[in-house]
């Protein structure tokens, strides 16, 4: 059915050219909300109708008998309903052959092959210490991105930006060595601005980290390390690995920033006042123009966000796409005026804003980190699976409430549950099958109302793709395994697969395999194992 719906834009995309010598933004069809609006809805008529200022029911008409001219073989009927849209009624042949292209080729069925270099920066939470709940959202989102990404046919490269250089540094060394004089029954002021968590007394009772106490340069190192190597388990838990760990005190000590600087003020884009540098970035549409050095000659993280995205395109990267938190909205202009600046295309650069997250228990986390809840702590809580399936349920722009005590229920409440049971009872159903084997030409006997509805359902999956995969929201993936799931267990208690009719037994063996295939797969995507036993 992907080569149908494929089959059916490109015919839509050259109606369109031909007879009105117009493009439209797919995509150009939809899924129906209802079956008795057929398998695939068009509103192109509705797009043209408001163009061209001309009847949609005519336009419509028009293009019906288009596309019945490619479409005849496929199709079982092509209404029109008011005010103009175009349904589409897929024959059960068609179903039926998606089925069987599904069983040989598996996953690849689903799959693109869109060749782009795609550079996705997501996390890069200060090494300060370790993650909280909030950074495990973006952790998580941006990963499953990249899956989908990936499957796309996408040169896809994860990146951690480190932030190992500037005062927040500083404060962490600062209040391990405070904790390290306390420890020693020192009278000691804690540094007002400082680290209070659970982990900075640990770092500080470390014999390797004390021994340094007297060399700043090699114990900065030696506590970033530990930092860092905390994020690193954190992020092993929830399967997640970056790449490439990208490092802000390389881009300085490399004069990479000076470089940019010294690139901007050739173009005479820089100016000074007040003592300072200030990046004329009013010039390429953002609000107000900034300063990039201080008076006193400190950098400003801008000026590191400049040549560091600099680099970025110099590694001729097709696409960047920057993952970050809701407090920098008003940071993605100054970002996107520079790139212009550096006469780059500003839309290299995609800006997904994550929003932030709360938890919602009976029970009382605990805050080891001194004012945050830990990561680690909702892993081994509610387990890897749970908390990337619940980071994902909602769209990005929103606000997520993470439900701890529904996350662990036992029960059909619960989605991933829901979602899970499903690859369960299809493994108990071929633990029951001495051999299990798929045999194509036994698909056509496929005819029950809730075969072809759970097949209609299962062929859904290439839309929900195209979805997550433009919006870069993973939650179009969870959705669809909900409904998917749902048709499954509807027809799970209508209708048994291993049936005494050896035809229909092995047809629904066909059904049942082509299921567990695209919930693997979509499971997958979202970076989730499938169970086989509940």
């Known amino acids: 059915m992907k080569s149908f719906q494929e089959k059916v834009s490109h015919a839509l995309e050259k109606i369109i050219k031909k007879d009105y010598n117009l493009f439209l933004e797919h995509p150009l069809w939809a899924l129906p909300q209802k079956q008795e609006f057929g398998d695939l809805s ?32 496929d199709v079982d009927k092509i209404e029109i309903l008011r005010p103009g849209f175009i349904n589409i009624f897929i024959s059960p042949k068609i179903l039926i052959k998606s089925l069987n292209k599904i069983l040989k080729s598996k996953d ?30 973006q952790a998580v989102v941006g990963d499953a991105i990249a899956n989908v990404l990936e499957f796309f046919g996408n040169d896809v490269k994860r990146e951690y930006y480190l932030n190992d250089e500037g005062r927040q540094i500083e404060r962490l060394v600062d209040s391990v060595l405070a904790r390290i004089k306390e420890n020693r029954g020192e009278d000691v002021v804690f540094p007002e601005d400082g680290y209070k968590g659970e982990y900075v007394s640990a770092t500080a009772s470390s014999l390797s980290i004390i021994k340094l106490e007297l060399d ?67 010039k390429f549409g953002d609000d107000k123009d900034r300063v990039i050095k201080k008076a006193d000659g400190e950098l400003t993280y801008f000026a590191s966000d400049i040549a560091y995205h600099k680099d970025k395109i110099d590694r001729k990267i097709d696409k960047l796409i920057n993952l970050w938190g809701p407090d920098h909205h008003g940071y993605i202009k100054r970002v996107k005026s520079a790139i212009k600046a550096l ?38 809580d509610v387990g890897p699976d749970a908390t990337r399936f619940y980071y994902l349920t909602r769209r990005n722009s929103s606000h997520l409430e993470f439900d701890l005590d529904l996350a662990k229920e036992a029960s059909f409440n619960n989605p991933l549950y829901y979602i ?9 159903i071929f633990r029951k099958i001495e051999d299990v084997s798929f045999n194509s030409s036994f698909s056509k006997f496929l005819k029950d109302p809730e075969e072809l509805a759970l097949l209609r359902a299962l062929l859904q999956f290439p839309y929900c ?6 919006s870069q929201e993973p939650v179009f993936v969870i959705e669809f395994l909900k409904d998917l799931a749902a048709s499954f267990h509807k027809f799970y208690e209508k209708k048994r697969v291993l049936d005494d009719d050896k035809k229909v037994s092995q047809a629904r063996t066909n059904l049942v395999g082509a299921v567990r295939i695209v919930f693997h797969c979509g499971l997958s995507l979202l970076g989730i194992k499938p169970v086989e036993r509940m």
Not at 108 to 131: D, H, M
Not at 356 to 372: C, I, Q
């Open 42 to 73: 068009s509103m192109v008529a509705l797009k043209l109708a408001s163009l061209l200022k001309k009847d949609p029911l005519e336009i419509a008409a028009g293009i019906k008998i288009s596309l019945e001219k490619v479409l005849s073989k």
């Open 108 to 137: 690849k069925f689903f799959r693109s092959q869109i060749k782009r270099k795609v550079l996705i920066e997501f996390l890069s939470a200060n090494p300060t210490g370790p993650l909280s709940v909030a950074h495990g959202r």
């Open 216 to 282: 700043r340069e090699r114990l900065t190192k030696a506590i970033l390390k530990e930092q860092i190597d905390l994020i690193k388990g954190d992020l092993k838990a929830l399967g997640i690995k970056f790449d490439n760990w990208f490092s802000q005190k390389t881009l300085i000590s490399g004069k990479k920033v000076e470089g940019v600087i010294d690139l901007l003020k050739k173009k005479s884009l820089i100016y000074e006042k007040d003592g300072a540098l200030w990046f004329s970035s009013t």
């Open 343 to 380: 006469k780059h295309d500003q839309d290299i650069l995609k800006i997904i804003i994550i929003q932030l997250v709360t938890l919602k228990t009976k029970e009382r986390m605990s805050k080891r980190a001194g004012t945050m809840i830990l990561l680690s702590d909702l892993i081994k």
């Open 420 to 428: 899970q049971y499903v690859c369960a009872r299809i493994e108990s």
């Open 465 to 470: 793709l195209e979805k997550a995969y433009h």
